[in-house]
């Protein structure tokens, strides 16, 4: 079930007007039946590839394809794909109901395929009932829900989804990932999300792909993406890290030994391809990988400034020795109050290091 | 108590105002009140009577003059409606610059003395040959009623998120099923407020259709010029109750059926 449904190849798009391309040179292959989200800061180009492969506007250069077949100018009514959008953008003017069963209505199916079909899709997005209502009449949520369902009742082959959570509560938003895992597993069709959340993106996906100013940083699982960023820029948009500013002292083998700052702590690294020795390097850490240590010799070590409780661990920043700081996830079992104030030593194993050039 | 700090809350606003108040509806007051004088005397009051609304309604040449008020403001209300339709659509499309200058153009016969439009559109239909009658009527009164139906129509669409044309299109509708299904309901209380200040415009006018109108195509407001000419009798006053009548009726039956519409959508938006 590995096989491509959208394909996009060297995409490029500029606004009239703009200086910077919007999209530049965008190539990714979204699978059939996962869940594939575009995650970036604001800015990065995602609505604007999402509107590309919904035909509301045409790729300056570059191609996009859909089952093997190229898109070209095929306007959006003509596309097997279906949007939901941000401001879900209900008709008021009709009901729920009547909402839901419009694209299938355009399709000229019969009035009795309709009405069932629109009574299956309340069912999945747990709104029965309220067909009859109008929009307005509807919480956010509820909304949300019947932007869904339209979305979802012709059986696109693909739904795009623009930040469709960004609107509501925290609870409700836990509360819709959830649901829209659901929908996507139950219906099968191939989702492709855009957020910004960073934590929502990993939770959700199947795969993801990391943009910065149009241009596509790295695409992969969310494990994949968490754990081996390709570059600075996704590791810090990814989850908590440390950065420490270190100099290669040797290499052997794949990996090598660094020194962090301008401390004694010697690290030693898994991985460490296309650093010379003597060269000015990054080290990325997650908080999760540190330890407790001895404070032995070539250790890192530090002072525990704050020490927060948060039940499943305790958050630890501290003062390294050689400057910098240090953030680490240990476990909740450990006592903040012995840990403040003192100078402690911090582990972690070779291969939880990332190393970028500096 | 707030309102007496405001600024602009000067003494004797409040005294002003009710003047102009005053100056505005006294005279139809009057009008209306003399409309149902007994005497033929037209300032005199003598008595309460219909007998001048008798008189009006039974007069034939004046019951052809409103049959011909009410066709040219049917026919110039649709055509109308339909060229501000269209102008507030295709502007929408065009971005900024374009927008402005054409959004001017049509603004501008507003600003126009009624007479120079009045003796240029004259002036052009004796050029290109249009012989002068109802049908040279109802050419003037959508040339100058375009603007009153454009604005209205205007605002509505400004208001409308485009996203909803958009999600229409992305829900395989072609381009002429997504206008009758989306834009054309929720844009239905701008084109009722514009074709309704189309009609009354057209209703109302004297000087454009006294050039441009031939023989046979008197309509209401010119017939009454020329009974006066002859004199204010109490008639005159009976048919200009009616036709003020027909207007505010005209008003609050549109204001009932299309308000609604226009809250609901508005609250939408906001939700
Ligand atoms: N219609 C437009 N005209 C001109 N520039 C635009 C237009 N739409 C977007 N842009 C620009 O193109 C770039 C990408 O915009 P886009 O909306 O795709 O970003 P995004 O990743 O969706 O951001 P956000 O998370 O804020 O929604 C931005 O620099 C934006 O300013
Ligand atoms: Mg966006």
Redesign the pocket.
């Given at each position: 079930m590995n096989d491509t449904i959208v394909a996009i190849s060297d995409v490029s798009k500029r606004?009239?007007?703009?200086v910077?391309p919007?999209l530049a040179g965008v190539s990714l292959d979204i699978r059939r039946n996962e869940f594939f989200t575009l995650l970036?800061?604001?800015?990065?180009?995602?609505?604007?590839?999402l509107r590309l492969i919904a035909g509301f506007g045409m790729p300056d250069s570059g191609q996009i394809s859909l089952d093997g077949k190229l898109l070209g100018q095929t306007p959006p009514n003509l596309r097997p794909i279906n949007t939901v959008f941000q401001s879900y953008a209900l008709f008021p003017h009709m009901s729920v109901a009547e909402n839901i069963g419009f694209g299938l209505e355009m399709l000229g199916q019969p009035r009795e395929t309709v009405r069932s079909r629109v009574t299956e899709m309340l069912r999945l997005v747990r709104l029965e009932g309220m067909g009859e209502r109008r929009p307005a009449q509807l919480s956010g949520g509820q909304q949300q829900r019947v932007a869904l369902a339209r979305a979802l009742a012709p059986a696109p082959k693909v739904l795009l989804l623009d930040?469709p959570l960004s609107a509501l509560d925290l609870k409700l938003r836990r509360e819709m990932q959830i649901e829209l895992k659901r929908l996507q597993t139950e219906t099968g069709i191939t989702f492709v999300f855009?957020t910004?959340d960073q934590e929502e993106a990993l939770a959700m996906s199947d795969r993801l792909a990391v943009m910065r100013d149009?241009v596509v940083m790295q695409v992969g699982s969310p494990e994949n993406l968490y754990d081996r960023p390709a570059n600075l820029f996704v590791a810090e948009f990814i989850g908590e890290a440390n950065f420490w500013n270190a100099t290669c002292l040797e290499r052997s083998g794949a990996g090598g030994r660094f020194a962090i700052g301008t401390s004694k702590a010697v690290m030693p690294v898994a991985e460490a391809q296309g650093l010379a020795e003597g060269a000015k390097a990054v080290l990325v850490v997650r908080p999760e990988r540190i330890t407790l240590g001895a404070a032995e010799p070539g250790l890192l070590h530090g002072t525990v400034e704050t020490a927060v409780y948060r039940g499943s661990d305790l958050v630890v920043h501290a003062a390294l020795a050689g400057g910098g700081e240090l953030r680490a996830r240990l476990p909740g079992s450990i006592a903040a109050a012995g840990l403040i104030g003192t100078a402690t030593g911090f582990a972690f194993p070779a291969d939880a290091v990332r190393v970028f050039p500096a | 108590m707030n309102e007496a700090r405001h600024p602009l809350r000067l003494p004797g606003t409040a005294v002003l105002a009710a003047l102009a108040m005053l100056f505005l509806y006294v005279p139809i007051i009057v009008l209306v009140v003399l409309s149902f004088n007994a005497s033929d005397m037209t300032t005199i009051w003598t008595g309460f009577s219909l007998h001048w609304y008798a008189q009006a309604l039974g007069n034939d040449t004046m019951l052809v003059a409103i049959g011909n008020s009410l066709t040219v403001a049917a026919a110039a209300t649709v055509l109308a409606t339909a060229a501000a339709t269209s102008a507030a659509l295709g502007i929408a499309r065009s971005g900024g610059r374009v927008r402005t200058a054409v959004e001017g153009l049509l603004g501008l016969p507003l600003l126009i003395p009624e007479i120079v439009t009045a003796v240029a559109l004259l002036m052009l239909f004796v050029l290109v040959g249009v012989r002068l009658g109802l049908m040279s009527v109802i050419l003037a009164h959508t040339v100058f009623c375009i603007p009153f139906a454009y604005y209205p129509i205007r605002s509505r669409l400004a208001a409308l998120d485009p996203a909803l044309g958009e999600a229409a299109s992305d829900l395989y509708a072609p381009a002429w099923r997504r206008f009758l299904r989306i834009e054309l309901p929720l844009l239905a209380p701008g084109i009722f407020a514009g074709a309704l200040l189309a009609f009354i415009s057209s209703l109302g006018d004297f000087v454009i259709t006294y050039f441009v109108a031939g023989p046979g195509a008197t309509t209401l407001p010119v017939y009454i010029y020329g009974m006066i000419r002859t004199g204010i009798t109490p008639e005159v006053n009976a048919l200009s109750t009616l036709l003020l009548l027909a207007s505010v009726a005209v008003v609050a039956i549109v204001f009932r059926s299309g308000t609604t519409p226009a809250n609901q959508t508005r609250g939408e938006k906001t939700s």
């Open positions: 606004y009239a007007g703009a910077q919007a970036g800061p604001s800015g990065c180009g995602k609505t604007t590839l930040e855009v910004h149009g | -």
